[in-house]
């Protein structure tokens, strides 16, 4: 399915995502980040057209699943996870985060 994305300096340097479950948003968000790699490498991005910054680092947060040895909970491993994200970021960073806070669900 085509889609496009536009990130930058003066307009958009925030995305959020949002839809219905298996709609495509992690795989949108797997995209942007493999495109990003790709382009950095000097390799072909699948697009009819692509304009892309380099970035210094890529973060990702997806997915989290508890440390009992470490006696954290999901949610805890979620927002530690965050935390080295927001403290390591820079303004040429490229961070997508999926679903933060999912440790938080009672069911």
């Known amino acids: 399915m085509p889609n496009d994305v536009l990130l930058d300096e003066e307009e958009s340097r925030l995305i959020i995502l949002t839809g219905p479950n298996m709609a495509g948003k992690s795989t949108f968000m797997r995209q ?18 692509a304009s892309l910054c380099p970035v210094d680092r890529i973060f990702t947060r997806v997915g989290a699943y508890d440390d009992l040895s470490a ?22 960073s490229l961070v997508l985060l999926d679903e933060v806070g999912r440790g938080t669900s009672t069911f």
């Open 32 to 49: 942007i980040a493999l495109c990003a790699i790709m382009a950095q490498m000097g390799s072909f991005v699948p697009a009819s057209y």
């Open 71 to 92: 006696g954290q909970s999901t949610f805890m491993v979620e927002m530690t996870e965050l935390a080295t994200i927001l403290a390591e970021a820079s303004r040429e």
